[in-house]
């Protein structure tokens, strides 16, 4: 069984989930939009065997917490190796999104593929790649939970207009990857309320496309 715990961080508001397997105590974070002292606190103060940090993909709202989560636990970040152009430009980001000047590029060398299976406890962590957002963007399947980063949001899906996005590929990954799952899995999207792909397949703007 999994416990999923919902933390709304960074400058634009991503989802950060920490998802634990309850035998084991060990788990995981999707995406780490910041390294907020409280933030590290709730995380100690769950009581548990932070494992990976798994990257959605690399825009810096995504993972700006990286290197101070790495510093306060010694855990590793892992991302599609597709999508380490993107986290390059993170001082680029900030600059053009935030006007923040002097950005750091946070420290990956981990990279996880499409199908890749990683393991807390018992509990498996299933790798999906669903490129169009950007070109290294991920998916996490674990039991009936889909985390779908900027893939897919409640009625909509990610932009397409930022570099290496592509609304044509955006689109296929939908269709193909996520709309193919079984209708009853839950949607933990990067931004907004979570859903469920029996409600995307018949309300998401993807589907005049």
Do not use: W
């Amino acid at each position: 069984m999994i416990t999923i715990k919902t933390f709304v961080e960074g400058p634009i508001d991503a989802n950060n989930y920490l998802v634990i397997d309850e035998d084991s105590k060990e788990a995981v974070l999707i995406d780490c939009s910041s390294a907020r002292d409280e933030f590290i606190q709730a995380i100690k103060d769950s009581g548990v065997n932070l494992k990976y940090i798994l990257l959605t993909h690399g825009h810096f709202d995504h993972l700006l917490g990286v290197d101070g989560f790495k510093e306060a636990f010694g855990v590793e970040t892992c991302i599609s190796e597709d999508d380490m152009g993107q986290v390059r430009l993170v001082p680029d980001m900030l600059q053009m999104f935030l006007g923040m000047m002097g950005g750091s590029i946070p420290s990956i060398k981990n990279f996880v593929k499409d199908g890749d299976i990683i393991k807390i406890g018992n509990t498996e962590i299933k790798a999906i790649a669903t490129p169009g957002h950007t070109k290294g963007g991920m998916c996490y399947l674990i039991e009936d939970k889909l985390f779908s980063g900027d893939t897919v949001f409640l009625g909509s899906c990610g932009r397409c207009d930022l570099p290496e996005g592509d609304f044509d590929t955006i689109v296929k990954s939908i269709k193909e990857k996520v709309f193919t799952l079984p209708e009853n899995v839950e949607v933990y999207p990067g931004h907004g309320p979570k859903t469920t792909i029996a409600h995307e397949k018949k309300f998401n703007e993807i589907i005049n496309y």
